[in-house]
């Protein structure tokens, strides 16, 4: 079975024109980047006739999934695990562009009280004065999770965040905050807005930020490279502006 993958940074040095026949474009996606993949699609399968599969999963597993074999069209991902598929010669080379960066944010279940997370300090103060604290497992692989592991650790806190972290394997962290499990939830801005339920409070203070870069690439089994190469350009182009905006999520400054 052949896809596109998406996951956080974008292979698409190689842009295809639009398939002269219907195809179906496979496409594994991290969170981070899934709404905008499905933003973006209905408007490019009306215009080509092509279908577009999204197939969701964290950072980590679907490595692993294409490391067992599993076949796909385009991928997005972070740029660290798509120049891991490159040296696996599962994308074509040349074929990755950079799509968009999402940064961290904080959810509380819609009608409850927003913490100040202004400054480090009242971000901290926040954490520890939670009942608990969801969080993506870092052990998923997933980029939010590892990162805020690594911050507790910094800021010196992972001893009294541990006890109350409500650990998420994959998926809507924010689905913690609004079922009641956790008072914070804290994950991409993209993934806790798509969150019926719950509110984003703000992104977490400028000093602490740590933004996820979404990268695509074309599948080196692609079945269409056309097809394939004309939704990655609709990912990183024009088409894509309002929906990385309303998403959460923004264009990777130039260097």
Known sequence: MYGVVVGCFALLGWLGAPAASAAEIRV??????????????????????????????TVGALMRRI??????????????AVAGLGGAGKVISGSSVSLARVGIGVAVKDGA????????????RALLTARTVAYVDPASGGSSGVYLAQLFERLGISDRIGPKAVLVPGGLVATRVVSGEADLALHQI????????ARLVG????????????????????RDKDA??????DLAGDKATAALKEKGMEVVPSD
């Not at 203070?205 to 599948?219: F, R």
């Open 190 to 197: 993209s993934e806790i807005l798509a969150m019926p339920g």
């Open 203 to 222: 992104p977490i203070p400028a000093e602490l930020q740590s933004y996820t870069i979404c990268q695509g690439a074309i599948g080196a089994m692609v």
């Open 228 to 233: 394939a190469g004309a939704f990655l350009q």
């Open 28 to 57: 594994l996606t991290a969170g981070a980047f899934k709404p905008v993949v499905a933003a973006v699609a209905p408007d490019f399968e009306k215009r080509t006739g092509n279908t577009v599969v999204v197939v969701n999963d």
């Open 67 to 80: 490391a067992a074999g599993e076949a796909f069209d385009v991928a997005v991902l972070t740029p660290e």
């Open 113 to 124: 009280p927003a913490p100040d997370i202004g400054t480090v300090v009242a971000f901290t």
